[in-house]
């Protein structure tokens, strides 16, 4: 039996995933120099920008003076709407990619054959991390099209050495007869689709337990630790969470390691991350805050100091030690719910309905106005075999659970099992009736 070490290929992983912590903080260096520089030269934003802070791109000798840079913001995106922040001329993009807001303007995004290149690299890092392997069959449940999650991921999966099964969002007992029938190794979608797909192979009379699926990579909205153990028990996997957003790529920002499930590993040699507290301040590892990016690698599409709005903590590296974890995204900026003083997010609502055996988490939040206060109510649906009085012991639980935990009283109210809207793609969770 040979004694040599395996080589990178054989364990699967990139170079820049075995570097040092101050190795991979020079790597850093060099691209944040070259990004700025690059954004200067070539988009007049950011020229304007930089010029009224007075900082110019031969003043960045250090990562920290990266708090020296003005922040982007997702209203900067809109007011640039379409092109005004890309950095390469039109002919060398080979791609856009967009995102819709409230405002129903998109937040528009491109890529270069380069920036194509290093995401499809990124996502086959990712699936690698969650235990993903070349030659497995990967379910792609995420929706194809201006939304960057289902073709960024398809790349990826390819790019590993993975058979990819298109799939996209949608025709949820169809998802379940070709996983079924395709006996798929992994799939690819956001944790409350896969709720609902876990759904329909009960109704479909299948287990779900005895699926083909061993992985599940879920991302694209917040989710718990508590939804993580109901998706894990009811489909017998392990399911990981895999971060990103469209501003700065699309998915494979980050991503968790299966081996620790502890938060997703940041690819700090392509992104560099910050936390910011209310005074858009940076804050040590291990204080909460807003996450705040800067692209290190992108070409048609850089991004400075761009503000997620996403709210979390840095942490050191665990399975990956150079490269800094994020802590769950438990809620944004923008989700966040100031209900007579207190903050609420959905989040904890999910957490707290998870322990409850005798209620799903299929839920809503309605808010509404009475009188001059704002009034919440949570709808939520209880198992199927739960009787009326153990549902209704349940929903009273429910509510103190969440006096107790949240500090604020909501309205509860059950409603009949599968009468609330389910998932095809990213949850809407709160309706604001006001």
């Known amino acids: 039996m040979s004694t040599t070490s395996p080589t990178l290929a054989e364990i699967g992983l990139h170079p820049e995933e075995r570097l040092t912590r101050p190795e991979l903080e020079r790597l850093q260096l060099q691209r944040l120099q070259w990004t700025v520089r690059h954004a200067y030269e070539n988009v007049p934003f950011y020229t304007r920008r930089f010029d009224e802070m007075g900082v110019r791109p031969d003043d960045i000798r250090e990562l920290r003076d990266v708090e020296r840079l003005p922040f982007t913001t997702k209203s900067d995106l809109r007011d640039n709407y379409p092109f005004g922040l890309f950095a390469v001329p039109m002919d060398q993009v080979r791609r856009v990619h967009a ?32 235990g993903v392997r070349p030659g497995w069959k990967v379910h792609n449940a995420y929706g194809y099209g201006l939304f960057t999650g289902g073709l960024g991921a398809h790349a990826g999966i390819e790019r590993l050495g993975c058979t990819v099964i298109p799939m996209s969002g949608g025709q949820t007992e169809k998802q379940v007869q070709l996983i079924h029938d395709f006996e798929p190794d992994a799939i690819m979608c956001t944790p409350s689709y896969l709720l609902t797909i876990a759904d329909a192979f ?7 337990r005895k699926s083909s699926l061993k992985v599940a990579i879920l991302g694209a909205e917040p989710w718990t630790d508590s939804m993580r153990q109901e998706l894990e028990a009811r489909l017998d996997i392990k399911a990981v969470d895999i971060y990103g957003l469209s501003e700065v790529m699309g998915p494979g920002v980050g991503n968790e390691c299966v081996e620790t499930q502890d938060g997703p590993h940041i690819w700090e040699d392509h992104f560099l991350p910050e936390i910011i507290d209310e005074d858009l301040r940076q804050v040590g590892d291990g204080q909460q805050g807003e ?28 399975a990956r030690p150079a490269h800094r974890r994020v802590a769950k995204i438990t809620g944004r900026n923008d989700d966040m719910i100031i209900l007579r003083g ?17 209620l799903t988490p299929h839920f809503i939040l309605e808010l509404s106005r009475r009188g001059t206060m704002d009034h919440l109510v949570v709808k939520i649906e209880p198992t199927v075999d739960a009787g009326p009085a153990a549902a209704e012991a349940a929903l009273r639980l429910l509510q103190k659970r969440i006096k107790d935990r949240v500090g604020t009283t909501l309205g509860t109210e059950l409603v009949a099992c599968g009468s609330l809207p389910r998932s095809e793609g990213k949850l809407k969770r709160l309706y604001d009736l006001r």
């Open 99 to 130: 995102s819709s807001g409230t405002t129903g303007k998109l937040t528009v995004v491109g890529y270069t054959d380069g920036d194509l290149d290093n995401w499809a690299d990124l996502i086959a890092r990712s699936l690698y991390a969650s």
């Open 202 to 208: 009960e109704r479909a009379g299948l287990d779900p």
């Open 291 to 318: 996450l705040v990016f800067t692209t290190l690698t992108k070409e048609a599409f850089p991004m400075i100091r761009y503000r997620t709005r996403d709210l979390t903590s840095l942490s050191p590296g665990t």
């Open 342 to 358: 207190v903050n609420l997010f959905p989040t904890q609502i999910e957490e707290i309905a998870c322990e409850i055996p005798e």
